[in-house]
């Protein structure tokens, strides 16, 4: 009766029992993959949100690519972040979920392929199967601060690759594209005719001083067909705001060409409430205050981070250039699903197991910076209690 588009096993994987285990049990714990700004303790201002009862917000026009003042506030953003992108070229999604799909319905038949970096974001299976499109991954180079892996790249490569996927900076490792990778990405991808979608929803965060500078957007390539990615849920901490953007960059004609077809996409679905393309321009400008203090919070912790682990000789942290997450290194005394078990049941801390995305080999630990920095520093500092108790144990 059902498609198989979803997948065919439902079930919960044995950290998510234990941790719902956990919750039911009222004891306390310590949440290292805390993604959600709403639950981090920054302060919000109470008014923030007036701008969605702004009584514009009564009258329905609907528009395939948002209300223009919608669009030309996100091209301010843009500006701000030192990107020129035309108010025409930005389409407004309800979320970046919802403009990949858009995104694969306009450039992909079912059974063609994406490429996807790996390790990276675990959700891109189910975007990618939902749409009916092949992901098939090419490898970030954890020897090369995860800087993307030509020749797995060129492997993953099919006639029917229709587009490629970066993630800048990418979460978990925090590493941003560079111009390098990016002028080669453009060597691969313009004769074959394949787009790139760059998701740069964290492209506000810096962890390392200077890492943005060096970056590459990719928005003003003039060669490429590219669709960068953006929204409110990371630039200013409110993803129940829910809109999201496309910044579509390269040649013209094929720029006019892709916009012809995704307004007929967008039209189909017209997903974006008024309320919030009405409070778009009000919610950049004053969600600053939050970005900011989500921008101090994952730098003080990624700092904490290096200084705490520093103590603790057999546990290393990645480089991590931008983003909101850390990788940790750690012995593999035991398979990573069991350690990220007994961290929980144990030493009453939750953190994400690099397998969940997709890591080279065992045992590395992701954790979210996003945590209040005292308890944070209690989160990794169990962590590595955990590490020292089994290294003198072992
Ligand atoms: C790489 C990446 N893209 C997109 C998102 C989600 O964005 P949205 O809430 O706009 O769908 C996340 C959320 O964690 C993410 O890590």
């Not at 029992?17 to 919750?23: F, Q, T, V």
């Not at 009584?55 to 996100?74: K, M, N």
């Not at 990719?218 to 901490?237: E, I, N, P």
Request: charged content about 20%.
């Amino acid at each position: 009766m059902f498609s198989s588009r979803i997948p065919a096993n439902l079930s919960a994987n044995r950290l998510s029992d234990a941790l719902a285990e956990r919750r039911a049990s009222g004891r306390p714990l310590i949440d290292l993959t805390l993604s959600n700004p709403t639950r981090a303790g920054l302060h919000y201002p109470p008014d923030l949100l007036a701008a969605l009862a702004d009584a514009r917000g009564l009258r329905y026009e609907p528009s395939p690519f948002g209300a223009p003042d919608a669009r030309e506030a996100v091209a301010r953003d843009y500006l701000r972040q030192g990107v020129t992108v035309s108010p025409a070229r930005i389409v407004l999604t309800s979320s970046t979920s919802d403009a990949y799909s858009l995104l694969f319905k306009l450039l992909a038949d079912a059974g063609d392929d994406v490429l996807v970096p790996r390790p990276s974001y675990p959700l891109f299976d189910h975007l990618t199967q939902l749409d009916l499109v092949v992901s098939r991954p090419y490898d970030l180079d954890l020897h090369a601060g995860w800087a993307i892996d030509f020749s797995s790249f060129e492997r993953a490569l099919t006639p029917r690759t229709r587009a490629v996927l970066v993630v800048s900076p990418n979460n978990p490792t925090g590493s941003f594209l560079s111009p390098a990778e990016i002028d080669r990405l453009a060597e691969l991808c313009v004769p074959r005719g394949i787009a790139l979608i760059a998701d740069e929803v964290f492209a506000d965060y810096e962890l390392e001083p200077g890492a943005a500078a060096r970056r590459a957007r990719v928005a003003g390539r003039d060669d490429l067909l590219t669709f960068s990615l953006g929204g409110l849920s990371k630039s200013v901490g409110l993803p129940q705001a829910k809109l999201g953007w496309i910044a579509v960059g390269g040649p013209g004609a094929l720029v006019g060409a892709a916009l012809a077809r995704l307004e007929l996409v967008c039209d189909a679905y017209l997903a974006v409430s008024t309320p919030v393309q009405v409070a778009a321009a009000d919610l950049l400008e004053r969600g600053a205050a939050v970005r900011s203090q989500i921008a101090a919070r994952v730098a003080a912790n990624y700092r904490q981070l290096m200084a705490l682990s520093a103590r603790v000789p057999s546990c290393g942290v990645m480089r991590s250039d931008g983003g909101w997450y850390a990788v940790m290194q750690v012995p593999s005394f035991e398979p990573e699903e069991d350690l990220a078990v007994r961290l929980l049941t144990a030493d009453g801390v939750l953190a994400h197991p690099g397998y969940f995305f997709d890591f080279p080999r065992e045992s590395f630990l992701v954790v979210s910076l996003l945590p209040l920095e005292a308890s944070f520093n209690d989160g990794i500092a169990r962590v590595l209690r955990h590490f020292a108790r089994s290294a003198t144990s072992a």
